[in-house]
């Protein structure tokens, strides 16, 4: 069965911290995975796909497939950041739909 | 482009009335899809709609709920004889014709009194 598990309800650190968000994943085959972010009072939008591997907001994500992982670091926290984090992945097949994790509140301490 | 839009934002109904939800997806995109968040959970797709035609209903709940994304206008999903189980974050997301990722409308929040 195709799941992700974020195991971490909430995770709270201090500014210049740094963050890991953990996300794990079942799949069978070759996943394509993201970052959702929302922030607070506002929608949810696409903060990085593995596929890209790209660095946003100095966030970045790598693909383990020996360990099905896709956590979320970044080096140095900061206030802002502080917001409500999903994993995603994109299901089997052509229906593009997304399975999402249950999400991880990340609040960043001044 | 305003980006998908939802509404109502809030919607509170009694049991056994139906609830109506709609979705205007971003200028130029022809696909649909419509999420559930039950609290403390993450979202649960749904469907997945073009252009008058379902393409994917496999998390639709069997019965008292339908999607349709007609020619011209919105999309709507329904819940009929609603329940307080339904109480939820309703999403809908869309993309263009070519995947390229899925835009997030702000929700629609139901209340099942």
């Known amino acids: 069965a195709q799941r992700v598990t974020q195991p971490e309800k909430l995770l709270s650190v201090f500014k210049g911290a740094p963050v890991e968000l953990k996300c794990n994943y079942s799949?069978?085959?070759?996943?394509?995975l993201f970052w959702y972010v929302q922030y607070s009072r506002q929608r949810l939008q696409l903060l990085l796909r593995?596929?890209s591997r790209e660095s946003i907001k100095g966030f970045t994500a790598d693909l383990n497939k020996g360990e099905t992982s896709f956590h979320l670091k970044k080096p140095f926290a900061q206030e802002e950041d502080s917001a409500m984090y999903y994993c995603?992945?994109?299901?089997?097949?052509?229906?593009?739909?997304?399975?999402f994790g249950t999400g991880t509140l990340l609040a960043v301490q001044p | 482009n305003a980006g998908v839009m939802q509404n109502p934002r809030h919607l509170v109904r009694r049991r056994g009335q139906e609830a109506r939800l709609r979705c205007s997806p971003m200028?130029?995109?022809?696909?649909v899809y419509w999420y559930r968040q039950l609290p403390e959970e993450g979202l649960k797709f749904m469907v997945y709609?073009?252009?008058?035609?379902?393409?994917?209903e496999s998390g639709m709940p069997k019965e008292r709920f339908s999607a349709e994304f007609p020619k011209e206008g919105p999309s709507i999903l329904r819940i009929q004889q609603v329940v307080r189980g339904d109480s939820a974050a309703y999403f809908c997301?869309?993309?263009?014709?070519?995947?390229?990722?899925?835009?997030f409308g702000p929700g629609t929040r139901l209340t099942v009194l």
């Open positions: 799949y069978s085959g070759s996943p394509e």
């Open positions: 997301a869309s993309s263009p014709p070519v995947y390229n990722e899925q835009f």
């Open positions: 709609l073009q252009k008058e035609n379902i393409i994917d």
């Open positions: 995603a992945l994109k299901s089997l097949g052509a229906t593009n739909k997304l399975i």
């Open positions: 593995h596929i």
């Open positions: 200028k130029g995109h022809s696909h």
